[in-house]
């Protein structure tokens, strides 16, 4: 009888643990579907049917004249938002209200590598902005740029090789995931990757390994949400965090940790650890009379190493998607791949057939176009945050971007590829602050937004200057989106396109 009564006690202890935050919006008037237990509103995620992406998408479009709707992930109350302009106060107006992500689980038990600028909240997060902004000015990227046009190149040369005797059928998400890769490694790491060449390059399998969602890291992901204080000592990445740390000291050795004039990331990493320690106002504590204390954070090597990890996870995974998708568009879009091609012979010409920094600000309809992709599928699906006031502190903040770039009442036609919409004299620059988000907006906005942009250029244009795109037999249409994928979109099965070259006058 004992042992009967434990275990009823025991199981009413877990279905109210669980279930008690249930009534939150409904208390407070805000709409929501019906949660259940242990996977809240969550459970097509869980069971890989539904990306968090399209389940945001749909709660956003199922209630069109709402504001703000609830949802829950496992007992968690998050708020996904419809109204541009909460969303313009969130990012921001209001911004310091709304700063922390909320991105992992627990509090403070975190990952080493998830102490970079991306994932990291409060003081960590503050510190690191503060030191690392001024090594993304123009200045730099423009240092950086000839980096990014030599992998251009080998981008040129690779494809040349694969169409020299017919047309050849190519993975696009692939084909620009190697690129990308080759680009993270020289103008971050420093290092001669070679994934265009050498599909099994090391540095082309660490980048595999950072996205690699297996089925054990899914359960972990999904354990660590619905049991965070149980599994806190879980990790994600305990073998990419042993390759990362271990590849970085070996590069900060070789370079006797002094920048090495290269301009790439490690460098400026470099040169911000040599201004000592980052020092600076607390926005998490106060001192009795309510003043900030004064805090300061070493760049020690373990911080480092989760810098470059974002650098590479962020870098490679967002570029190559918002490339091989606006590839994808313009192989079904020919006349428009015609107009991007036409402007980039056009202005190649002006600067001696060569790709620099100058060519690629010229190239205003690739740009449209690029930004035309990145409407219809942003890398980031959405955007979060962490409520400290006004509702209570630790409820998470939707900005569903996929569902606000593909709403009719901002994008007319959302499913039609049109470049032309971002014309100055059509485009509404407010969108910019708080729909059309493919970078974020406000204090955390993406940092390496224009180094990620010209990159992306950079290889559509090589691409395109001598190669056209077609549909190819096993192409889908409408891929579907990878239901593994989390903040960053993945598509399921690839984007095979048939990779043509251009004859001398450009054409196909």
Not at 218 to 236: A, M, S, W
Not at 390 to 418: K, S, W
Request: with cysteine; aromatic share 12%; hydrophobic share 40%.
């Amino acid at each position: 009888m004992i042992f009967i009564a434990l275990s009823v006690i025991a199981l009413v202890t877990f279905y109210l643990y669980f279930t008690w935050t249930f009534d939150y919006w409904q208390k407070r008037g805000i709409k929501h579907d019906k949660p259940i237990l242990l996977a809240g509103n969550n459970l097509r995620n869980y069971i890989m049917q539904k990306s968090v992406t399209e389940l945001a998408t749909e709660m956003y479009f199922k209630y069109p004249n709402e504001k703000v709707v609830g949802f829950f992930r496992t007992r968690r109350p998050e708020l996904i938002i419809r109204d541009r302009d909460i969303i313009k106060r969130i990012l921001t107006t209001d911004f310091y209200h709304f700063y922390p992500r909320g991105l992992y689980p627990h509090k403070e038990v975190i990952e080493p590598l998830m102490r970079n600028l991306f994932f990291a909240d409060g003081d960590i997060w503050k510190l690191l902005r503060q030191r690392m902004t001024p090594a993304f000015t123009t200045g730099k990227l423009k240092a950086m740029f000839p980096l990014i046009c030599d992998r251009a190149e080998r981008l040129k040369g690779m494809l040349a090789s694969a169409t020299a005797e017919k047309p050849t059928t190519l993975d696009a998400r692939d084909v620009m995931a190697r690129y990308t890769t080759d680009f993270i490694g020289s103008v971050g790491f420093g290092l001669d990757a070679n994934s265009l060449n050498e599909e099994d390059s090391e540095f082309r399998k660490l980048g595999k390994d950072i996205f690699r969602v297996n089925l054990p890291v899914f359960i972990i992901g999904v354990i660590k949400e619905i049991f965070p204080e149980l599994c806190k000592h879980l990790k994600y990445t305990i073998l990419v965090e042993k390759n990362m740390i271990t590849l970085v000291k070996q590069i900060l050795k070789q370079r006797n940790y002094e920048p090495s004039g290269r301009n790439d990331f490690i460098d400026l990493l470099l040169e911000c650890r040599k201004k000592g320690a980052m020092v600076g106002e607390s926005i998490e504590k106060r001192k009795a009379d309510g003043t900030p204390e004064i805090i300061n954070i070493e760049l020690d090597d373990e911080l480092f190493a989760a810098q470059m990890f974002v650098f590479f996870a962020a870098g490679f995974e967002t570029s190559s998607s918002a490339t091989s998708f606006t590839l994808h568009q313009l192989a079904y879009h020919q006349e428009v791949q015609k107009k991007v091609q036409d402007e980039i012979d056009r202005v190649l010409a002006k600067y001696d057939n060569k790709l620099c920094y100058d060519a690629i600000k010229d190239m205003t309809y690739l740009d449209w176009a690029f930004k035309e992709g990145m409407r219809m599928f942003p890398s980031l699906g959405y955007l979060i945050r962490e409520l400290d006031v006004t509702i209570d502190p630790g409820v998470g903040i939707f900005i569903p971007l996929q569902a606000l770039h593909n709403d009719p009442q901002y994008f007319a036609n959302p499913e039609e590829f049109r470049p032309q919409r971002f014309h100055p004299d059509e485009f509404d620059k407010e969108l910019s602050k708080s729909v059309y988000l493919p970078f974020g907006e406000g204090p955390r906005a993406c940092i390496g937004e224009r180094l990620g942009h010209m990159q992306s250029l950079a290889g559509l244009a090589a691409i395109l200057s001598k190669f056209s795109v077609e549909p190819a037999p096993k192409t889908i249409r409408h891929p579907k989106v990878d239901p593994k994928s989390s903040i960053v979109q993945s598509i399921s099965g690839g984007l095979p396109l048939i990779f043509r070259a251009r004859n001398k006058n450009g054409n196909l």
